[in-house]
């Protein structure tokens, strides 16, 4: 995964409706990001042209005509991995949200690179 800061849509799978975009930084190994009511924060490592890691998802703003994927007042787990080329990549992961799992896929597109 080349350093960057891409955007990110995120749409549920397994019959779950549900759609979220933002931003997201990976840089050596860090991941940053966020949305307008989301923020996250993990780590990902790197083999030939896939990538795999673990991301924590916390609320920063609360709305109350809003409801965001994985917005809930507790700090949601999710592991993930994916593929890349130069400019874009897919990530697939489950996210841990209470007892339940939420399946979800994401497409990914860098947007500027960062050293």
Do not use: C, W
């Amino acid at each position: 995964m080349k350093n960057g800061l891409y955007s990110i849509h995120v749409t549920l799978q397994d019959g779950r409706v549900g759609k979220g975009s933002g931003v997201i930084m990976f840089r050596d190994g860090k991941i940053l990001g966020g949305d307008a009511y989301l923020f996250y924060t993990g780590t990902y490592t790197v083999k030939d042209d896939t990538f795999k890691g673990e991301v924590l998802v916390q609320r920063h703003t609360s709305s109350p005509d809003a409801n965001p994927l994985f917005g809930g007042p507790s700090p949601v787990g999710i592991g993930v991995s994916g593929t890349f080329t130069g400019t874009r990549a897919t990530m697939s992961g489950t996210a841990l949200v209470g007892k339940a799992s939420q399946i979800f896929g994401a497409t990914l597109r860098r947007l500027a690179d960062i050293d």
